[in-house]
């Protein structure tokens, strides 16, 4: 399937082309084997039908005039030229290759396997954003789930690194806020608790509820990254605070 009106257009128009070309040069061969032909040659020729000229056959009674010296257990060669419409066909592909080549690859208006691919990814992805977005909602402390597409945990890593950066560090170290890379949480280390915390806060200590600016969907991703982070062990970690959860 084609994916667009150039492409098809294209596609005629070298159609087109090579059955101007397979003509004219079926006319340039024959010709040409009318100069060099003898007389007797001509006359031969002359009465061929067409399509004895575009296959090449030549009929058995002529097979005598074809036979080689080579010979092999009685079985005897013949000098058979390659058929007509066989470097016909020949010559098409080699046009059909050069405008290939010049409308894909050094023109780049085409659209190659690599170029469709990207594209479908890209639809993909913005499908699956508007899907996301559309159900962003129905993610709720009940229902939460630990997040391990690299997509979801990338995007976890960016609105960490936006918003959580300066209270728990660029690694989950700590800072201001509790370490995030050991075993020790003050308000639980579940998937289903930090998905709590981060929505609601944690007003007594400072931290802000973040469901006013993020969609439960960034939440659960966020909650997913942090949750990657366990036992990363980065230099500097501040000490454990809360209780151990295993």
Same mark, same amino acid.
């Given at each position: 399937?084609?994916?667009?009106?150039?492409?098809? +257009?294209?596609?005629?128009?070298?159609?087109?082309?090579? #059955?101007?070309?397979?003509?004219?040069?079926?006319? &340039?061969?024959?010709?040409?084997?009318?100069?060099?032909?003898?007389?007797?040659?001509?006359?031969?020729?002359?009465? &061929?039908?067409?399509? *004895?000229?575009?296959?090449? &056959? /030549?009929? &058995?009674?002529?097979?005598?005039?074809?036979?080689?010296?080579? *010979?092999?257990?009685?079985?005897?060669?013949?000098?058979?030229?390659?058929?007509?419409?066989?470097?016909?066909?020949?010559?098409?592909?080699?046009?059909?290759?050069?405008?290939?080549?010049?409308? $894909?690859? #050094?023109?780049?208006? !085409?659209?190659? %396997?690599?170029?469709? $691919?990207?594209?479908? @990814?890209?639809?993909?992805?913005?499908?699956?954003?508007?899907?996301?977005?559309?159900?962003?909602?129905?993610?709720?402390?009940?229902?939460?789930?630990?997040?391990?597409?690299?997509?979801?945990?990338?995007?976890?890593?960016?609105?960490?690194?936006?918003?959580?950066?300066?209270?728990?560090?660029? /690694?989950?170290?700590?800072? @201001?806020?509790?370490?995030?890379?050991?075993?020790?949480?003050? =308000?639980?280390?579940?998937? /289903?608790?930090?998905? =709590?915390?981060?929505?609601?806060?944690?007003?007594? /200590? !400072?931290?802000?509820? +973040?469901?006013?600016?993020?969609?439960?969907?960034?939440? %659960? %991703? @966020?909650?997913? $990254?942090?949750?990657?982070? *366990?036992?990363?062990?980065?230099? !500097?970690?501040?000490?454990? *605070?809360?209780?151990? %959860?295993?």
């Amino acid at each position: 399937m084609f994916n667009s009106f150039t492409e098809i +257009w294209l596609i005629s128009l070298i159609l087109l082309t090579s #059955i101007l070309v397979l003509i004219v040069t079926m006319q &340039l061969s024959s010709a040409l084997k009318k100069l060099t032909l003898d007389p007797t040659k001509q006359e031969e020729e002359a009465s &061929l039908s067409w399509w *004895q000229k575009f296959t090449g &056959l /030549k009929p &058995l009674e002529k097979e005598k005039d074809l036979e080689m010296e080579h *010979q092999y257990d009685g079985i005897v060669e013949l000098d058979n030229p390659t058929p007509p419409w066989f470097m016909y066909l020949f010559y098409i592909t080699i046009l059909f290759g050069v405008v290939y080549l010049f409308y $894909y690859h #050094i023109a780049q208006d !085409g659209n190659t %396997q690599e170029t469709e $691919y990207k594209t479908e @990814v890209a639809i993909a992805e913005k499908a699956r954003d508007e899907y996301m977005k559309k159900f962003a909602n129905s993610v709720n402390e009940d229902n939460v789930k630990a997040l391990s597409a690299a997509k979801d945990l990338t995007e976890g890593s960016t609105i960490y690194s936006t918003n959580c950066v300066a209270c728990h560090g660029d /690694k989950g170290q700590g800072g @201001v806020g509790p370490n995030l890379t050991d075993v020790y949480w003050l =308000h639980g280390g579940s998937i /289903k608790d930090l998905f =709590h915390t981060i929505t609601n806060g944690v007003p007594e /200590k !400072g931290m802000i509820a +973040w469901n006013k600016t993020l969609n439960p969907i960034q939440i %659960q %991703q @966020v909650s997913s $990254y942090i949750l990657t982070l *366990q036992g990363s062990n980065p230099p !500097g970690a501040k000490e454990p *605070q809360g209780t151990e %959860q295993k």
